[in-house]
């Protein structure tokens, strides 16, 4: 496995680009397959793949997998087959708490709708490698979390994206009740890929990561946020109103902002420290940079896992 | 407009609407939505969202969009100083018969509705109905009073008759749609019986209508009267003369009365009529005498006359004067194409001279005539069909409206195909020899057989057929019949012309009618029959609807109607503007004046005549003895008696009530939704650009 090059996959990501497609579906390919083209080889080639057997070369067949060794040998054109280990249950698990329906003027799109896209790009990794993936989401206007069982199915593809092109942000926090949903719903062990931006109390959370981590859940965390949130770029004051509460604040960003810039990065620290204690990968994707460092974690912990 | 009426709380409403909507769309200014408010909590807490108008014009403007529209849909229904509640709907009939001109009544009946109208309150609701031949709408409800009133004082006495039930269906008819709740009709006519007695059986049609005869004065009329003229030409020794026999009507009691008749203009006779000896059968009787009359006159020229009591003061000037014309003689053009030796002898010179000009036609290519010259009666045997010319000939004649005789005394396929065509079918078995036969079955109401009703001219059912061809009715109409149930004669539809078939030919191996007395007459009844004369009937009343058909052998696309004046047979300067009426299909539609006179025909352009008719008014209208109030009325009205099922009309007075078209109809209605619209893109326009400009 190689650990993509950053500064190319950088290259090859255009926010712009991104704000133009429309569909979730052509969002999430044109990361994978950026992210893809990126690598000098696969990613996957050699990945829990084991070879079980030979067959004779029919033409049209990919001369890839021809073994030439054997035809240097035996002089027989003969095709290698493998067979791939599918042992590993993933579930996407997306927050959508009316705070991630915020979207900064250099984001590519909302907070919901970054976490939208890297799920179905993940999925669409994952499918390539036959990895079961399933889906769990609470709305505020459903009563009952929405949770698609987790399969390797080529149609899981399109149910992962119906599902999560028909998300939309609304309401107030909920994390912690999605999490204690899937501590009731998830059972054998799984990793579970969260997209959040985690703008909750740690108070109420804490003890449901700690209940996943207890369970041997292994827990992706990827918290996005608005370049708006980590840097507070605000000059004029202004009337401030809270997404999920509702409260309106008259702000003078000037003098506000230290004060606030300390108290975010205090959040960040906390949950930066509670993941660390628990041993859960956790990386800050910025709605307005490129999301290369997602699947690049994705990829490293799914190799560390196998 | 009441405050509790819907359409005001609607209104109401909706003048609340646009404030709210305003309210709630108003676009906050440096309002920020962020989800991270939490880190900023020793911020201070900013002031509830003042709920209050910031862009004043704009709310004005949409205030005053939905106020239009308001306005718009609730102008039909509003209520101000000029909303009227209409508390009677009144319909005057004012009879404009000649009978109402007795006394000068009808001028001021004329003058006195002319001054209620122009009286009347603006709650009530008028319309008016003048009373001729037909029943005229004046005013109806909503025309303006004024122009109502001047309309009444515009007319002028007519010499019409007219039928009271007419004018009261159409004022029912008014007064079903009316808004008022008493509905009235008000009659302003002298009430003559015989008006009344005219629809004495009609049903009970008023429901809910009072209706007001105004009383007629209680007063002897005296009046004499002259009664449409019995007119003829007749020839004697040579000269034409003639003859006219003329009723004097009378009411009271008179003295000798003159009568004059003129022809052109020129005093032509006088006649002296004494009266009654007895009073008392005088002041009973109706005909005070029969005048006559004779003068010798120029055949070949109209003649136009009129007769009048002379020197007569009565009551009712308007019936003291009659009039009628005669056409002038003119020999009608026969082409006779037949070989018959009877025939030929008939239609000689020597026997029809003065009647008929006959044309012989020995071979097919004497028949070229033009149009103007053709022949007003073609008279053939069936054996000359078999030239297409004469077959074309035939064809032509009946299609520009000409009679044809066809005797039938040969069949051969092609006479069979053209008889067919004609609507005639030959049967197959001509060679079978026939019974002799005499009529058995006639159709006698035919006008060809008119004269032959009584014995003067002859017994036709002396007429034996030793011969004659089968044929049978395929579309033609059988008017005799053998013993033996074939037919003898034929009247054909084949096209404007008239086309008379006869099964047989006039030859003594076929018939002995041409040695029978009633040949001559009968054969000079066919060929004016088929001649296709215009109708004889030239003689009607005052304003009468009359349908013209064109004579034969005229073609036009217009009939002109217009006064004439008797003594150049020009158009007479101080009568009715000439009227052009369009003809179709040979059928011209108008209506006559409505005063006594001669009425010229002329068609298209020509300056000779076609007809003159005569306007004459009708006797009945000289019987004056009225019934007021009439007994018809009451038969004429719906009481709860004759109609327990209609539901009786409420009391309180009705507001306008507008229907949907009407209120479409509305200008200011369109205005003001105009004007909504307008201001609404206005609205749209500043929205878009205050949006853009943020």
Same mark, same amino acid.
């Given at each position: 496995?190689?650990?993509?090059?950053?500064?190319?996959?950088?290259?090859?990501?255009?926010?712009?680009?991104?704000?133009?497609?429309?569909?979730?579906?052509?969002?999430?390919?044109?990361?994978?397959?950026?992210?893809?083209?990126?690598?000098?080889?696969?990613?996957?080639?050699?990945?829990?793949?084991?070879?079980?057997?030979?067959?004779?070369? *029919?033409? @049209?067949?990919?001369?890839?997998? =021809?073994?030439?060794?054997?035809? &240097?040998?035996?002089? #027989? %054109?003969?095709?290698?087959?493998?067979?791939?280990?599918?042992?590993?249950?993933?579930?996407?698990?997306?927050?959508?708490?009316?705070?991630?329906?915020?979207?900064?003027?250099?984001?590519?799109?909302?907070?919901?709708?970054?976490?939208?896209?890297?799920?179905?790009?993940?999925?669409?990794?994952?499918?390539?490698?036959?990895?079961?993936?399933?889906?769990?989401?609470?709305?505020?206007?459903?009563?009952?979390?929405?949770?698609?069982?987790?399969?390797?199915?080529?149609? *899981?593809? @399109?149910?992962?994206?119906?599902? =999560?092109?028909?998300?939309?942000? &609304?309401?107030?926090? #909920? %994390?912690?009740?999605?999490?204690?949903?899937?501590?009731?719903?998830?059972?054998?062990?799984?990793?579970?890929?969260?997209?959040?931006?985690?703008?909750?109390?740690?108070?109420?959370?804490?003890?449901?990561?700690?209940?996943?981590?207890?369970?041997?859940?292994?827990?992706?965390?990827?918290?996005?946020?608005?370049?708006?949130?980590?840097?507070?770029?605000?000059?004029?004051?202004?009337?401030?109103?809270?997404?999920?509460?509702?409260?309106?604040?008259?702000?003078?960003?000037?003098?506000?902002?230290?004060?606030?810039?300390?108290?975010?990065?205090?959040?960040?620290?906390?949950? #930066?420290?509670?993941?660390?204690?628990?041993?859960?990968?956790?990386?800050?994707?910025?709605?307005?940079?490129?999301?290369?460092?997602?699947?690049?974690?994705?990829?490293?912990?799914?190799?560390?896992?196998? | 407009?009441?405050?509790?009426?819907?359409?005001?709380?609607?209104?109401?409403?909706?003048?609340?609407?646009?404030?709210?909507?305003?309210?709630?769309?108003?676009?906050?200014?440096?309002?920020?939505?962020?989800?991270?408010?939490?880190?900023?909590?020793?911020?201070?807490?900013?002031?509830?969202?003042?709920?209050?108008?910031?862009?004043?014009?704009?709310?004005?403007?949409?205030?005053?969009?939905?106020?239009?529209?308001?306005?718009?849909?609730?102008?039909?229904?509003?209520?101000?100083?000029?909303?009227?509640?209409?508390?009677?709907?009144?319909?005057?009939?004012?009879?404009?018969?000649?009978?109402?001109?007795?006394?000068?009544?009808?001028?001021?009946?004329?003058?006195?509705?002319?001054?209620?109208?122009?009286?009347?309150?603006?709650?009530?609701?008028?319309?008016?109905?003048?009373?001729?031949?037909?029943?005229?709408?004046?005013?109806?409800?909503?025309?303006?009073?004024?122009?109502?009133?001047?309309?009444?004082?515009?007319?002028?006495?007519?010499?019409?008759?007219?039928?009271?039930?007419?004018?009261?269906?159409?004022?029912?008819?008014?007064?079903?749609?009316?808004?008022?709740?008493?509905?009235?009709?008000?009659?302003?006519?002298?009430?003559?019986?015989?008006?009344?007695?005219?629809?004495?059986?009609?049903?009970?049609?008023?429901?809910?209508?009072?209706?007001?005869?105004?009383?007629?004065?209680?007063?002897?009329?005296?009046?004499?009267?002259?009664?449409?003229?019995?007119?003829?030409?007749?020839?004697?020794?040579?000269?034409?003369?003639?003859?006219?026999?003329?009723?004097?009507?009378?009411?009271?009691?008179?003295?000798?009365?003159?009568?004059?008749?003129?022809?052109?203009?020129?005093?032509?006779?006088?006649?002296?009529?004494?009266?009654?000896?007895?009073?008392?059968?005088?002041?009973?009787?109706?005909?005070?005498?029969?005048?006559?009359?004779?003068?010798?006159?120029?055949?070949?020229?109209?003649?136009?006359?009129?007769?009048?009591?002379?020197?007569?003061?009565?009551?009712?000037?308007?019936?003291?004067?009659?009039?009628?014309?005669?056409?002038?003689?003119?020999?009608?053009?026969?082409?006779?194409?037949?070989?018959?030796?009877?025939?030929?002898?008939?239609?000689?010179?020597?026997?029809?001279?003065?009647?008929?000009?006959?044309?012989?036609?020995?071979?097919?290519?004497?028949?070229?005539?033009?149009?103007?010259?053709?022949?007003?009666?073609?008279?053939?045997?069936?054996?000359?069909?078999?030239?297409?010319?004469?077959?074309?000939?035939?064809?032509?004649?009946?299609?520009?409206?000409?009679?044809?005789?066809?005797?039938?005394?040969?069949?051969?396929?092609?006479?069979?195909?053209?008889?067919?065509?004609?609507?005639?079918?030959?049967?197959?078995?001509?060679?079978?020899?026939?019974?002799?036969?005499?009529?058995?079955?006639?159709?006698?109401?035919?006008?060809?057989?008119?004269?032959?009703?009584?014995?003067?001219?002859?017994?036709?059912?002396?007429?034996?057929?030793?011969?004659?061809?089968?044929?049978?009715?395929?579309?033609?109409?059988?008017?005799?019949?053998?013993?033996?149930?074939?037919?003898?004669?034929?009247?054909?539809?084949?096209?404007?012309?008239?086309?008379?078939?006869?099964?047989?030919?006039?030859?003594?191996?076929?018939?002995?009618?041409?040695?029978?007395?009633?040949?001559?007459?009968?054969?000079?009844?066919?060929?004016?029959?088929?001649?296709?004369?215009?109708?004889?009937?030239?003689?009607?009343?005052?304003?009468?609807?009359?349908?013209?058909?064109?004579?034969?052998?005229?073609?036009?696309?217009?009939?002109?109607?217009?006064?004439?004046?008797?003594?150049?047979?020009?158009?007479?300067?101080?009568?009715?503007?000439?009227?052009?009426?369009?003809?179709?299909?040979?059928?011209?539609?108008?209506?006559?004046?409505?005063?006594?006179?001669?009425?010229?025909?002329?068609?298209?352009?020509?300056?000779?005549?076609?007809?003159?008719?005569?306007?004459?008014?009708?006797?009945?209208?000289?019987?004056?003895?009225?019934?007021?109030?009439?007994?018809?009325?009451?038969?004429?009205?719906?009481?709860?008696?004759?109609?327990?099922?209609?539901?009786?009309?409420?009391?309180?007075?009705?507001?306008?009530?507008?229907?949907?078209?009407?209120?479409?109809?509305?200008?200011?209605?369109?205005?003001?939704?105009?004007?909504?619209?307008?201001?609404?893109?206005?609205?749209?326009?500043?929205?878009?650009?205050?949006?853009?400009?943020?």
């Amino acid at each position: 496995m190689t650990v993509p090059n950053h500064q190319r996959l950088m290259e090859r990501f255009d926010p712009k680009v991104m704000s133009l497609l429309q569909s979730l579906d052509l969002k999430a390919r044109y990361i994978v397959e950026g992210f893809l083209n990126g690598l000098h080889r696969s990613p996957f080639h050699g990945v829990s793949v084991e070879f079980s057997e030979y067959r004779d070369y *029919q033409p @049209g067949d990919d001369l890839r997998h =021809l073994d030439w060794q054997l035809y &240097a040998r035996s002089n #027989r %054109l003969c095709i290698k087959k493998y067979t791939q280990e599918t042992n590993v249950r993933v579930f996407a698990v997306v927050d959508t708490s009316a705070s991630m329906k915020y979207q900064g003027s250099d984001a590519w799109g909302s907070k919901l709708e970054v976490s939208k896209t890297l799920a179905v790009a993940l999925t669409s990794l994952m499918l390539r490698q036959n990895d079961a993936v399933g889906l769990l989401t609470l709305e505020e206007s459903k009563d009952v979390a929405e949770f698609i069982r987790p399969s390797q199915k080529p149609s *899981q593809f @399109g149910l992962m994206i119906n599902q =999560l092109q028909n998300l939309s942000a &609304a309401g107030g926090p #909920r %994390l912690a009740e999605l999490l204690q949903h899937m501590i009731r719903l998830i059972h054998r062990r799984s990793i579970v890929l969260l997209f959040s931006d985690l703008q909750e109390d740690t108070a109420g959370i804490t003890e449901a990561f700690q209940q996943l981590r207890f369970m041997g859940h292994e827990c992706m965390i990827f918290q996005v946020l608005d370049r708006d949130e980590l840097e507070f770029p605000f000059t004029d004051s202004a009337v401030f109103h809270d997404l999920e509460d509702g409260t309106r604040r008259l702000i003078d960003p000037t003098a506000a902002r230290a004060s606030y810039l300390s108290k975010f990065e205090a959040f960040l620290t906390e949950y #930066r420290d509670l993941f660390q204690t628990l041993e859960m990968p956790h990386c800050v994707v910025r709605t307005d940079g490129e999301p290369w460092e997602a699947l690049t974690l994705f990829l490293n912990e799914r190799r560390r896992l196998m | 407009m009441s405050l509790l009426y819907p359409l005001m709380a609607l209104g109401a409403l909706a003048l609340g609407v646009p404030i709210w909507l305003h309210l709630r769309r108003r676009d906050e200014k440096n309002l920020v939505e962020f989800p991270t408010l939490r880190f900023l909590d020793d911020q201070p807490v900013a002031q509830a969202r003042p709920m209050w108008p910031r862009n004043w014009p704009l709310l004005l403007l949409r205030m005053l969009c939905l106020l239009l529209l308001v306005a718009a849909f609730t102008w039909p229904y509003h209520e101000n100083e000029q909303t009227i509640i209409i508390e009677e709907s009144r319909v005057y009939i004012l009879d404009n018969t000649l009978s109402h001109q007795v006394g000068s009544r009808f001028s001021t009946a004329q003058d006195k509705l002319a001054e209620q109208i122009d009286a009347a309150d603006i709650r009530v609701q008028i319309g008016v109905i003048e009373l001729g031949s037909t029943a005229r709408v004046l005013a109806r409800f909503g025309d303006d009073n004024s122009a109502a009133a001047a309309s009444v004082r515009k007319l002028s006495p007519s010499a019409e008759r007219g039928d009271f039930v007419d004018a009261f269906r159409t004022a029912a008819e008014m007064l079903s749609t009316s808004l008022g709740a008493k509905r009235r009709i008000v009659l302003l006519s002298d009430s003559q019986t015989n008006q009344w007695l005219l629809d004495a059986d009609t049903p009970p049609f008023l429901q809910n209508i009072e209706v007001e005869v105004l009383k007629v004065p209680d007063k002897s009329v005296d009046n004499l009267a002259l009664s449409a003229p019995q007119a003829r030409r007749s020839t004697r020794d040579g000269e034409a003369w003639v003859e006219v026999a003329v009723t004097v009507q009378s009411q009271g009691t008179h003295g000798p009365v003159d009568i004059v008749f003129r022809d052109r203009g020129q005093e032509v006779d006088r006649v002296s009529l004494q009266p009654v000896s007895d009073t008392a059968e005088a002041e009973a009787a109706t005909t005070f005498g029969t005048a006559f009359a004779q003068w010798k006159t120029d055949s070949t020229n109209w003649t136009v006359a009129e007769i009048t009591l002379d020197d007569n003061v009565d009551d009712l000037p308007g019936d003291n004067r009659v009039v009628f014309s005669i056409p002038p003689i003119r020999e009608g053009k026969v082409d006779l194409i037949a070989d018959s030796f009877f025939l030929r002898r008939a239609l000689s010179p020597e026997v029809m001279k003065g009647r008929w000009n006959i044309s012989v036609a020995d071979q097919d290519d004497l028949l070229d005539r033009d149009e103007e010259s053709g022949p007003d009666v073609l008279c053939l045997e069936s054996h000359r069909l078999k030239s297409a010319k004469v077959r074309s000939l035939v064809r032509d004649a009946l299609s520009a409206g000409r009679g044809v005789i066809l005797f039938v005394d040969k069949i051969t396929p092609v006479i069979s195909g053209f008889l067919r065509d004609m609507g005639i079918e030959a049967e197959a078995s001509q060679d079978e020899p026939v019974q002799p036969a005499t009529f058995r079955y006639v159709y006698a109401e035919h006008p060809v057989f008119d004269p032959f009703r009584t014995a003067k001219y002859g017994n036709l059912a002396e007429v034996e057929f030793k011969n004659y061809r089968r044929l049978k009715v395929r579309d033609a109409t059988s008017l005799a019949f053998s013993a033996s149930g074939d037919p003898l004669m034929f009247e054909a539809n084949a096209g404007p012309g008239r086309l008379l078939v006869f099964s047989f030919a006039f030859d003594r191996s076929d018939t002995n009618w041409p040695i029978h007395p009633t040949f001559i007459p009968f054969l000079d009844q066919a060929l004016q029959y088929v001649r296709g004369k215009p109708a004889t009937w030239t003689s009607f009343q005052p304003a009468e609807s009359v349908v013209w058909e064109l004579p034969a052998g005229v073609q036009a696309e217009q009939v002109v109607l217009s006064a004439l004046d008797p003594a150049t047979l020009g158009v007479a300067a101080d009568a009715f503007e000439p009227l052009v009426v369009d003809v179709n299909e040979r059928k011209a539609t108008f209506a006559l004046p409505s005063q006594v006179g001669h009425v010229a025909v002329r068609y298209d352009l020509a300056e000779t005549l076609g007809a003159i008719l005569d306007v004459n008014a009708s006797p009945l209208e000289s019987e004056l003895r009225y019934e007021s109030p009439p007994t018809v009325l009451a038969g004429w009205q719906r009481t709860a008696d004759n109609d327990a099922s209609e539901t009786l009309a409420s009391d309180e007075p009705t507001t306008i009530s507008l229907s949907k078209m009407e209120a479409l109809q509305q200008r200011n209605w369109w205005y003001l939704l105009t004007a909504a619209m307008a201001l609404f893109m206005v609205e749209t326009i500043w929205g878009l650009t205050a949006k853009h400009k943020q």
